[in-house]
T-cell receptor, first 114, second 114 residues
Framework: QQQVKQSPQSLIVQKGGISIINCAYE??????FPWYQQFPGKGPALLIA?????SEKKEGRFTISFNKSAKQFSLHIMDSQPGDSATYFC?????????????FGKGTHLIIQP | NAGVTQTPKFQVLKTGQSMTLQCAQD?????MSWYRQDPGMGLRLIHY???????DQGEVPNGYNVSRSTTEDFPLRLLSAAPSQTSVYFC?????????????FGQGTRLTVV
């Protein structure tokens, strides 16, 4: 049973464009939704996170949009740059975050073409 | 600022061999966990610990053992390696749970079982 569904699996965006990655979840007990960025040969690193009491969170060029009724959330990368090329994972936690409670999506391989 | 340190970075084992993957953190985090990452599968929780002397199973615990004798260290043991355990293993730690607690990941151990 896949509790967090992520799409697309891969994405190619032109430099300066908007990258959009979507996730959907089933478990209404989830209360923390982080996005992780992973470069080849490295571990995942927290990019941005949101709680379900807000519908949007923005940090620089990265924005999470959250739709509680639809049980969906998405990552938007504005003005995408070649340095943003990486694998992105959405995740969800039912215990407000922490190292032990994360359920991950399957990942999106993002390529930003110069 | 070492953060979460995993050793070794790469390992090749023969079927049936045993080994220990090491994980150490220097951030005085109480919570530590092990995830495995397989192509197209995202990260899945193997075992976790909420403090020294306390461990519990995650989503995919079979074939793995853990112990937590100190706050800093959380080794993962493979008692009899199988080809299905070929994966990239990540150790993570966090200060606690809740409050949007960030999980910090190590650089990973790439394990191949032949």
């Amino acid at each position: 049973q896949q509790q967090v569904k992520q799409s697309p699996q891969s994405l190619i965006v032109q430099k300066g464009g908007i990258s959009i990655i979507n996730c959907a979840y089933e478990n209404t007990a989830f209360d923390y939704f982080p996005w992780y960025q992973q470069f080849p040969g490295k571990g995942p690193a927290l990019l941005i996170a949101i709680r379900p009491d807000v519908s949007e969170k923005k940090e620089g060029r990265f924005t999470i949009s959250f739709n509680k009724s639809a049980k969906q959330f998405s990552l938007h990368i504005m003005d995408s740059q070649p340095g943003d090329s990486a694998t992105y994972f959405c995740a969800a936690s039912g215990i407000g975050g922490g190292a032990d409670g994360l359920t991950f999506g399957k990942g999106t391989h993002l390529i930003i073409q110069p | 600022n070492a953060g979460v340190t995993q050793t070794p970075k790469f390992q090749v084992l023969k079927t049936g061999q045993s080994m220990t993957l090491q994980c150490a953190q220097d951030m005085n985090h109480e919570y530590m966990s092990w995830y495995r990452q397989d192509p197209g599968m995202g990260l899945r929780l193997i075992h976790y610990s909420v403090g020294a002397g306390i461990t519990d199973q995650g989503e995919v615990p079979n074939g793995y053992n853990v112990s937590r004798s100190t706050t800093e260290d959380f080794p993962l043991r493979l008692l009899s390696a199988a080809p299905s355990q070929t994966s990239v293993y990540f150790c993570a730690s966090s200060l606690g749970r809740g409050g949007n607690t960030e999980a910090f990941f190590g650089q990973g151990t790439r394990l191949t079982v032949v």
